[in-house]
DNA sequence: GGACGGTGAAACTTCAGGTTGCCTC
DNA sequence: GAAGTTTCACCGTCC
């Protein structure tokens, strides 16, 4: 099928987008980057004209999706007050809900976005744009897996909305263009490889599976993976039992599980005998579900800090260099001097042994060092929009990370529960409503107060209302002043009723037990 | 003559995204 | 590898 578009830019997304909005539908437009996603949004925007009167209410819940907003706010109001939108992991997740509903009453009709949008969302566009078909990876440019051009187009004409839909790909040059054809047009799909036989992901089966009893010897484990995918696919088993024999060293060694039978675990054939029980730390790794290696990171680091001086930043950069926070921050050029002289400040504070300066693993040191930082101004409660302009971090990114966080410190509790380490519980308790909440410890008992998160808390604080006993003497006015009525009366009634600390942890870290 | 501002080329920098625990309304 | 951002030299204008 041929279609012409017209060309009134030099631009072609520019151009297809316009013909598409003339045949009043809707597209989608993938970039490689959130910045271009941002950009051509921008741009689109900028030639559109008319103004509209629900555009312009949307595009203001989408700039007070913060208490204040950020540029990237800015940038999105600016967009979505002109029907355009862009969509990527960096906007809230109320933004991203904003942007998806409207798309599909049709308010907005075109959204520029990262991959974000080519998986699990059925939404009713007619064309799928796809800008870049490159994109960075460790190797420079790479061209995307078929598979994703695939989902990528299947987000075209879905069928509860379309009988038809069209999938674009833009290509720069006519060799790029033969090469589209060629991979993606006329090519075949990659196969699908198991990933079973990488470590990390291999560590956490076969200790969920020891722990689970499905497993208790070593002839069951390996029967056990025989009949997985990945021997299926590689029909070679002897590596797997390699990493299988190494990770049950490991496990062995970091007491999450025990051992009896044979000694030693050399071979498959001399060995089989030979079986496992978790210990009951080994259990709870598993129930956490966590990595192993995250797992033993922590408590080796929790174990060091006995005797030592532990602030926020000790327990914010112990898990911040863990596996399950990844991707962190990253140091760049210029900030290199400035988180370096930050680590020396609070060098004794550390509680892992920080890596030489010249071994490879020293840059992901640092970005670990940066990330906590970051947690670090968010617990003194600075805002999205300094967190974006200081650490480049948006919003959406800052959420994500902060639920990773909140995950993991709960999972830390849970081992130092375990491990009996009293004195560090209640200040990892203490910090984990700090880092959910965002605040310094001052508003920690406000904050138990249903409806009172950290900028209510901090208002009541800073009008001299400090905590529970102060809510219960301050008059009715002055909270209705402060927090509006309906608030105001429910704070009042929960100190009255006295049953807001239904939560356990809650109940745990009450203020009098923590000093 | 010097401060200031505008311009454009060159140098520099950065680059997608997601699941898990547990609890409560 | 490409696009966006920053830096810097150069030039013209104004006081």
Redesign the pocket.
């Known amino acids: 099928m041929k279609t012409s578009i017209k060309e009134d830019s030099d631009n072609p997304v520019i151009n297809i987008v316009f013909d598409t909005l003339n045949k009043n539908k809707q597209a989608l437009v993938f970039?490689?980057?959130?910045?271009?996603?941002e950009?051509?949004a921008e741009?689109i925007a900028k030639r559109i004209k008319k103004d509209d009167m629900a555009l312009k209410e949307l595009a203001s819940d989408v700039l007070k999706a913060l208490p204040r907003p950020t540029r990237q706010c800015e940038r999105a109001a600016l967009c979505v007050a002109k029907g355009i939108a862009f969509?990527?992991?960096?906007l809230t997740s109320r933004q991203r809900n904003l942007v998806e509903e409207n798309f599909r009453k049709g308010t907005i009709k075109i959204i520029c976005?990262?991959?974000?949008l080519?998986?699990?969302l059925d939404l009713p566009a007619y064309r799928a744009i796809i800008k870049?078909l490159?994109?960075?990876?460790q190797r420079?440019?790479t061209w995307?897996?078929v598979l994703?051009y695939l989902q990528i187009c299947g987000r075209a004409g879905r069928p509860s909305y379309d009988s038809e839909g069209q999938a674009i790909a833009i290509a720069?040059?006519n060799a790029e263009k033969e090469k589209i054809i060629e991979k993606y047009i006329n090519g075949e799909p990659e196969e699908i490889y198991s990933k079973l036989a990488v470590e990390p992901v291999l560590r956490?089966h076969v200790l969920s599976l020891i722990a689970s009893d499905f497993t208790t010897t070593k002839k069951q484990l390996i029967d056990f993976f025989r009949g997985t995918f990945y021997a299926h696919q590689f029909k070679d088993i002897r590596r797997i039992t390699t990493t299988i024999s190494k990770i049950i060293g490991m496990l062995d060694e970091w007491e999450f599980i025990i051992r009896s039978g044979n000694d030693e675990f050399q071979s498959a054939d001399e060995t089989d005998d030979e079986k496992y029980k978790s210990t009951l730390l080994g259990k709870?790794v598993a129930?956490?579900?966590?990595?192993p290696l995250t797992a033993y990171h922590i408590i080796s680091c929790i174990k060091e800090s006995s005797g030592k001086k532990l602030n926020e930043f000790s327990v914010l950069q112990m898990i911040s260099h863990t596996?399950?926070?990844?991707?962190l921050l990253?140091?760049?050029?210029?900030?290199h001097d400035y988180v370096q002289e930050e680590l020396l400040k609070r060098h004794q504070f550390l509680l892992e042994q920080e890596p030489s300066m010249y071994e490879p693993e020293y840059d992901e040191f640092l970005n670990s060092v940066k990330t906590a930082l970051m947690f670090d101004e968010w617990v003194n409660e600075k805002d999205e929009d300094f967190l974006l302009e200081k650490f480049?971090i948006t919003p959406?990114?800052t959420r994500?990370k902060i639920?990773?966080m909140?995950?993991?410190?709960?999972?830390t509790s849970?081992l130092c529960k375990l491990l009996h380490y009293q004195y560090v519980i209640k200040e990892i308790i203490r910090l984990?409503l700090r880092v959910r909440y965002g605040i310094k410890e001052e508003l920690l008992s406000l904050v138990r107060l249903?409806g009172i998160g950290r900028v209510r808390a901090r208002m009541l604080f800073r009008n001299k209302i400090k905590d529970l006993s102060d809510v219960k003497n301050a008059e009715l006015s002055v909270l209705k002043q402060l927090l509006g009525e309906k608030i105001a009366v429910s704070v009042k009634n929960q100190v009255g009723q006295g049953?807001v600390l239904?939560?356990?942890?809650l109940e745990n870290a009450k203020l009098g037990e923590w000093e």
Not at 87 to 90: A, D, E, F, V, Y
Not at 287 to 291: Q, T
Not at 330 to 335: C, D, L, N, S
């Open positions: 970039f490689n980057t959130k910045k271009s996603a950009k051509a741009d969509h990527h992991s960096g976005c990262t991959p974000t080519a998986y699990g870049d490159r994109r960075f990876s420079g440019l995307i897996p994703e720069a040059t956490m709870r129930e956490l579900y966590i990595d596996d399950e926070l990844r991707p990253k140091v760049g050029i210029k900030e480049n959406g990114e994500s639920d990773r909140d995950w993991m410190l709960y999972a849970e984990r249903q049953d239904q939560e356990k942890e």
